[in-house]
């Protein structure tokens, strides 16, 4: 392994192995992967508690880029669960001789790029330099855990674990006293699971949340041919739409809908489950009065489900539109809560004050545990770039660039940091999108800009001032036109972790429209890009 390099790309989750391939086997590039885990999967290698399960179906949760590969894999269920998309990324990394090319258990954690040779000097936490000239970064937006700072923990008698950095060998509820905090995604994934096994699971839920059934179940024959046979067309769908997804947003208005009309469309897609309930109609993430009659209908269904009216009424207490906050979807997570050996606590009424050495303690009182989960969600989109000390130009930090948000332009490419590119970085779609479209996007973008600077002899490509300042604007006017920063406390926009300033981080505007754009911009000469021999 040589350490002088054309390329480094840190992860090697979806995003992380496809830019390998792109560069090392299409462009011919020396190409290092340095990677924290002790195998492929990013996220998913991390997020490894009861119930993980993407969100995204599984036959659009996959990359399309070559088509022998879709045909040959073939996914079980509906959603794909963690340990299969372990399966399928370890199979991907196989199939194209992928980890030969990717150190593991390297966790980078210094980069500095020194303007007189052109080069990025990149340190790991074991001491060893490497140095390259185009460093991108595929470190996912939902990688560094954020563990709230509450008193007492360091005292607490039991176990406790974040979601995120779950245990390879996992956890043993049975018999247990489980306290979990966060009814985000996670929470709502877990609770389920936990509740099966644990002697009691008392939930502490801050902010009560939307939740639609997923419906999962495994495929059946028939679906798996459905979808080999249609993949060419369901790419098209994915690649042509906002979010990524095989399946198109209903043209169809909410209010211009007659009431009965509304709530049997409601009542099937609920049936139907997952997030395609989101796209019943066109107006709910853009009119509240529309989003009020998703939010109503669901918060009735949680009422209707849930036996206990106290429990029932704090869980649809929910105080921001629908799908304005990441909309999870469950399995019977609602139902949970009729179980005798689950309780909920409200702590927005009554906060959590501290970790005691038995429980957790609110200001009514102390609630016995002896594990304690955090599904407390995490520093996105910034966070895992953050933490790396990155240090551009004259030394200066990536945190001190981003002080005030981050500032980049098309989410790829941020000023006063050469030759470093970010794939979905915050000011693109990322999280809006289904990730592997938006990743391949990404990746497919970055190597055929690298392909043209070598084609045309250029050393150098750097963001402008300008654009990025325009870019910025494209991205909050996106999201301001629609209802998304409502929900004034979701970590798209950085407000669940104390401190973490606000900004609307993913490009809301869709990524059919932001693909277009990209192209646009590579049309143009790469437009808004300083690009220097
Ligand atoms: P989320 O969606 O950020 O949810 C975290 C949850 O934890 C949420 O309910 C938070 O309440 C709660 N939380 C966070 N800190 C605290 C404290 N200090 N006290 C009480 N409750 C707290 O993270 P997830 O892991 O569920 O999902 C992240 C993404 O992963 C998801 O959107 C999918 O894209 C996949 P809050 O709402 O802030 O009041």
Not at 182 to 202: D, E, K
Not at 489 to 497: D, F, I, P
Request: overall charge negative; proline content about 5%.
């Amino acid at each position: 392994m040589t350490n002088d390099l054309d390329a480094i790309v840190i992860g090697a989750g979806f995003a992380g192995l496809y830019q390998l391939l792109c560069l090392r086997d299409r462009l011919g590039l020396s190409v290092q992967v340095l990677e924290a885990g002790e195998g492929v999967g990013g996220t998913w290698y991390w997020n490894r508690y009861p119930g993980a399960r993407c969100d995204s179906e599984s036959h659009g949760y996959c990359y399309s880029f070559s088509e022998e590969l879709q045909q040959e894999w073939e996914w079980s269920e509906r959603y794909p669960g963690q340990p299969e998309i372990m399966r399928y990324l370890n199979h991907v990394a196989d199939k194209f001789d992928l980890k030969r090319s990717i150190r593991f258990d390297t966790r980078v954690v210094g980069a500095r790029y020194d303007e007189a040779s052109n080069r990025w000097h990149v340190r790991t936490d074991a001491g060893e330099e490497f140095n390259t000239k185009f460093l991108i970064t595929a470190v996912g937006c939902l990688s560094t855990a954020n563990v709230p700072k509450i008193s007492g923990l360091d005292d607490f008698g039991g176990d406790w674990y974040h979601t995120g950095q779950w245990p390879h060998e996992g956890v043993d509820f049975t018999g247990k006293r489980v306290g979990i905090i966060g009814t985000g995604s996670t929470g709502i994934q877990a609770i389920p699971v936990i509740a099966q096994t644990a002697a009691h699971l008392t939930v502490f839920q801050r902010t009560a949340n939307y939740s639609v059934p997923a419906q999962n179940a495994p495929l059946t024959p028939e679906a798996k041919r459905y979808f080999k046979d249609n993949m060419a067309e369901l790419r098209r769908v994915m690649h042509s739409n906002a979010n990524g997804q095989p399946f198109m947003v209903s043209e169809r208005m909410a209010l211009a809908t007659p009431a009965e009309e509304r709530m049997a469309l409601y009542e099937a897609a609920w049936e139907k489950g997952g997030l395609e309930f989101r796209a019943t109609f066109q107006d709910l993430l853009v009119d509240r009065a529309a989003n009020d009659t998703a939010s109503d209908f669901i918060r009735t269904k949680i009422q209707t489900i849930v036996k206990d009216p106290e429990t029932a009424a704090l869980l649809s207490d929910i105080d921001h539109p629908y799908a304005a906050k990441r909309p999870p979807i469950d399995t019977h997570y609602f139902e949970t809560y009729n179980r005798d050996n689950v309780t909920l606590v409200n702590v927005k009424a009554a906060p959590i004050e501290r970790i005691t050495p038995t429980g957790i303690a609110t200001r009514n009182g102390e609630y016995p545990a002896d594990i304690i989960v955090f599904a407390t969600g995490f520093d996105a989109m910034t966070g895992p770039m953050l933490r790396m000390d990155i240090r551009g130009r004259d030394g200066v930090s990536l945190a001190d660039t981003w002080q005030a948000g981050p500032r980049n332009y098309l989410g790829l490419q941020i000023e006063g940091f050469p030759n470093l590119f970010t794939i979905t970085g915050p000011g693109s779609p990322s999280v809006l999108c289904n990730m592997p479209v938006a990743i391949e996007q990404h990746a497919e973008w970055i190597s055929g800009c690298i392909a043209h600077m070598r084609e045309q002899g250029l050393e150098r490509i750097e963001a402008m001032p300008d654009a990025s300042d325009a870019w910025m604007e494209q991205v909050n006017a996106a999201a301001n036109a629609t209802l998304l920063p409502q929900a004034t406390h979701s970590w798209y926009l950085g407000a669940n972790v104390p401190g973490k300033p606000r900004i609307f981080m993913p490009y809301a505007g869709g990524m059919a429209r932001y693909r277009q754009i990209c192209a646009e911009i590579v049309a143009n000469n790469y437009e808004g890009f300083a690009l220097t021999g």
